[in-house]
């Protein structure tokens, strides 16, 4: 598929996803929204792939959902055509998926980057919900998952005033994994992303899965569906040959 508002590539197992409208600072709009999903899904299917990265550009990773094409949205057609639930797919998406921030994520673009599994900023990364300065909340889970990322205070702080977090507050935080230099954060991410697409692809997403309950159970629940999973595991060869590689000192050779 020819793709107008992103670039895709593949980097051995790793797909990368690259937003591309430089020219709104990658504001997220309805085509790139689903060429982004459509990448996702080519991904998703594609066995050779193990792990995902998305990225923007060194200005932006996206400055938020596209203000222009929003502006004339109505209700009650927002809620007929149901909009933002398909901008969700990214939360969706079953393998697992590195965001790698550098420069401005802002409004829906913090809200892409965080729902994804982890973020890597770059140094010059801007994190913020600044969407109460255009007269509307978050849509796209920033009450809720930057509250969870950051904790209540910091998340009502920037949900009510729209203040911006840099890399560092960010990294302190809890938001990101990891700050590093602007330049190295696409190698960084890339090299991150080859280590997991490394792994044995079904533990990974089903260690993603397993982590992920944690936000949506008890913990004596989520510790009971952990088990369960990680039993099962001991009846697919990966468990095997991981072990063996450990008592031989080898390398796993996994079956991805
Ligand atoms: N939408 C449309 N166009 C944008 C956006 C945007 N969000 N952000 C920047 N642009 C455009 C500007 O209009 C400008 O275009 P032009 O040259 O034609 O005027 C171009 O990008 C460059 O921008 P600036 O000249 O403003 O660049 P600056 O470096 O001076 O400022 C900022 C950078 C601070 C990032 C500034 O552009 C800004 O404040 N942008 C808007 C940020 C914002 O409010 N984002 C929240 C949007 S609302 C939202 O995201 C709702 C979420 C809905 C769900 C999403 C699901 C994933």
């Given at each position: 598929?020819?793709?107008?508002?992103?670039?895709?590539?593949?980097?051995?197992?790793?797909?990368?996803?690259?937003?591309?409208?430089?020219?709104?600072?990658?504001?997220?709009?309805?085509?790139?929204?689903?060429?982004?999903?459509?990448?996702?899904?080519?991904?998703?299917?594609?066995r050779?792939?193990?792990?995902?990265?998305?990225t923007?550009?060194?200005?932006?990773?996206?400055?938020?959902?596209?203000?222009?094409?929003?502006?004339?949205?109505?209700?009650?057609?927002?809620?007929?055509?149901?909009?933002?639930?398909s901008?969700?797919?990214?939360?969706?998406?079953?393998?697992?998926?590195i965001?790698?921030?550098?420069?401005?994520?802002?409004?829906?673009?913090?809200?892409?980057?965080?729902?994804?599994?982890?973020?890597?900023?770059?140094?010059?990364?801007?994190?913020?919900?600044?969407?109460?300065?255009?007269?509307?909340?978050?849509?796209?889970?920033?009450?809720?998952?930057?509250?969870?990322?950051?904790g209540?205070?910091?998340a009502?702080?920037?949900?009510?005033?729209?203040?911006?977090m840099?890399?560092?507050?960010?990294?302190?935080?809890?938001?990101?994994?990891?700050?590093?230099?602007?330049?190295?954060?696409?190698?960084?991410?890339?090299?991150?992303?080859?280590?997991?697409?490394?792994?044995?692809?079904?533990?990974a997403?089903?260690?993603k899965?397993?982590?992920?309950?944690?936000?949506?159970?008890?913990?004596?629940?989520?510790?009971?569906?952990?088990r369960?999973?990680?039993?099962?595991?001991?009846?697919?060869?990966?468990q095997?040959?991981?072990?063996?590689?450990?008592?031989?000192?080898?390398?796993?050779?996994?079956d991805?």
């Amino acid at each position: 598929m020819a793709y107008e508002t992103i670039l895709v590539e593949q980097h051995d197992r790793v797909g990368l996803i690259r937003l591309n409208r430089p020219q709104a600072l990658n504001a997220l709009n309805g085509q790139l929204i689903g060429e982004l999903n459509a990448a996702l899904d080519a991904f998703e299917q594609d066995r050779g792939i193990g792990c995902v990265v998305l990225t923007g550009s060194e200005k932006a990773f996206a400055a938020g959902a596209d203000i222009k094409e929003m502006q004339v949205f109505s209700y009650p057609a927002t809620y007929l055509d149901d909009f933002i639930t398909s901008w969700e797919r990214l939360s969706r998406t079953r393998k697992p998926v590195i965001a790698a921030v550098a420069g401005f994520a802002l409004g829906g673009g913090c809200e892409l980057a965080m729902m994804c599994d982890f973020i890597l900023a770059a140094d010059t990364a801007k994190f913020g919900q600044p969407e109460i300065k255009l007269g509307v909340m978050p849509g796209a889970g920033g009450t809720q998952r930057l509250t969870r990322f950051v904790g209540k205070s910091k998340a009502m702080e920037m949900c009510l005033t729209g203040r911006l977090m840099d890399a560092a507050e960010a990294e302190r935080a809890g938001l990101v994994s990891r700050v590093v230099p602007a330049a190295e954060l696409l190698d960084e991410a890339l090299k991150v992303a080859k280590v997991i697409a490394g792994m044995s692809t079904h533990v990974a997403m089903q260690t993603k899965e397993s982590v992920n309950r944690s936000y949506e159970t008890t913990l004596a629940e989520g510790i009971r569906f952990e088990r369960r999973v990680f039993q099962s595991q001991f009846g697919v060869a990966d468990q095997k040959e991981g072990m063996a590689a450990f008592i031989e000192k080898r390398p796993a050779k996994f079956d991805h």
